[in-house]
């Protein structure tokens, strides 16, 4: 993964508030809070997806390159984001016969993808193929562990079968995914089907703004205190009328909220 320092900038005691300004105006989040947020590029133009990413540093430690960008701009997307000093989440949600899943998910390791979703549709054998690819195409490129996230129910989905989330979480357990995804209203079960991999979680909204198509969002406070690790962040922050504020105020609930897990 991209080193990080512990902060983006040391504040002086006035301004050390989470997210607030350091002097010059250069804001001030612990490495913890970025590297527990990744930023979305929901977009088909890497110069815009590019300007956002550089716009949103101070707060962010990864970015999301899912279908749409990788649509338009393929490997560059990747390593543009990664000359940023991001970690990358490339977000596929690869689903085909093992084979092909492996070989496209060696190739996403070689380019330096530090996180890479594979539906988890009780196909244990894709999710294995998908785990290993990923891993064999990093140590073939001398780069750092990447890994594999199962997806589990997509936050879009508000019928989906309550007993679905454990059984395909286990089933990332048993395949040696490193993580999976799912909505914070998930993150109990995930807890006890799953306890030690990554739990990443979309769907994330500051209160009061618009759920778009999500059909089971959560606040970044709650999802952290529920126990997400990883936040998936788009259009709250990038549809916002001030992105920096927005920012801001999602970082502030994260920081709160991780120094409440840890001290619990």
Same mark, same amino acid.
């Given at each position: 993964?991209?080193?990080?320092?512990?902060?983006?900038?040391?504040?002086?005691?006035?301004?050390?508030?989470?997210?607030?300004?350091?002097?010059?105006?250069?804001? &001030? &989040?612990?490495?913890?809070?970025?590297?527990?947020?990744?930023?979305?590029?929901?977009? #088909?133009?890497?110069?815009?997806?590019?300007?956002?990413?550089?716009?949103?540093?101070?707060?962010?430690?990864?970015?999301?390159?899912?279908?749409?960008?990788?649509?338009?701009?393929?490997? #560059?997307?990747?390593?543009?984001?990664?000359?940023?000093?991001?970690?990358?989440?490339?977000?596929?949600?690869?689903?085909?016969?093992?084979?092909?899943?492996?070989?496209?998910?060696?190739?996403?390791?070689?380019?330096?993808?530090?996180?890479?979703?594979?539906?988890?549709?009780?196909?244990?054998?894709?999710?294995?193929?998908?785990?290993?690819?990923?891993?064999?195409?990093?140590?073939?490129?001398?780069?750092?562990?990447?890994?594999?996230?199962?997806?589990? &129910?997509?936050?879009?989905?508000?019928?989906?079968?309550?007993?679905?989330?454990?059984?395909?979480?286990?089933?990332?357990?048993?395949?040696?995914?490193?993580?999976?995804?799912?909505?914070?209203?998930?993150?109990?079960?995930?807890?006890?089907?799953?306890?030690?991999?990554?739990?990443?979680?979309?769907?994330?909204?500051?209160?009061?703004?618009?759920?778009?198509?999500?059909?089971?969002?959560?606040?970044?406070?709650?999802?952290?205190?529920?126990?997400?690790?990883?936040? &998936?962040?788009?259009?709250?922050?990038?549809?916002?009328?001030?992105?920096?504020?927005?920012?801001?105020?999602?970082?502030?609930?994260?920081?709160?909220?991780?120094?409440?897990?840890?001290?619990?």
């Amino acid at each position: 993964m991209a080193e990080a320092s512990d902060e983006v900038a040391s504040p002086t005691a006035a301004e050390a508030a989470p997210g607030g300004p350091a002097a010059g105006g250069t804001p &001030v &989040v612990p490495a913890t809070v970025r590297e527990s947020l990744a930023l979305v590029l929901d977009t #088909d133009d890497l110069v815009e997806a590019t300007r956002l990413a550089r716009e949103l540093a101070p707060w962010f430690g990864v970015v999301k390159v899912g279908l749409e960008l990788y649509s338009a701009a393929g490997p #560059d997307a990747v390593e543009t984001m990664r000359d940023l000093g991001y970690d990358v989440f490339v977000d596929l949600k690869l689903h085909d016969i093992p084979t092909t899943v492996q070989r496209a998910a060696r190739v996403l390791g070689s380019l330096g993808a530090t996180y890479l979703t594979l539906h988890a549709r009780d196909d244990a054998a894709m999710l294995r193929a998908g785990v290993d690819g990923l891993l064999q195409g990093a140590a073939a490129a001398g780069l750092p562990q990447p890994v594999a996230l199962a997806v589990t &129910v997509l936050t879009s989905d508000a019928g989906a079968p309550p007993h679905i989330m454990p059984r395909r979480a286990a089933l990332a357990v048993e395949t040696g995914c490193g993580g999976i995804v799912c909505a914070a209203s998930d993150l109990h079960d995930a807890l006890l089907t799953a306890p030690k991999l990554l739990r990443v979680v979309p769907g994330i909204r500051l209160a009061g703004a618009d759920t778009n198509d999500q059909a089971r969002p959560a606040t970044p406070g709650a999802a952290i205190s529920a126990g997400a690790d990883l936040l &998936v962040i788009g259009r709250t922050v990038t549809h916002a009328d001030d992105h920096a504020a927005a920012a801001a105020a999602v970082a502030a609930e994260v920081e709160v909220a991780l120094e409440a897990r840890h001290t619990s």
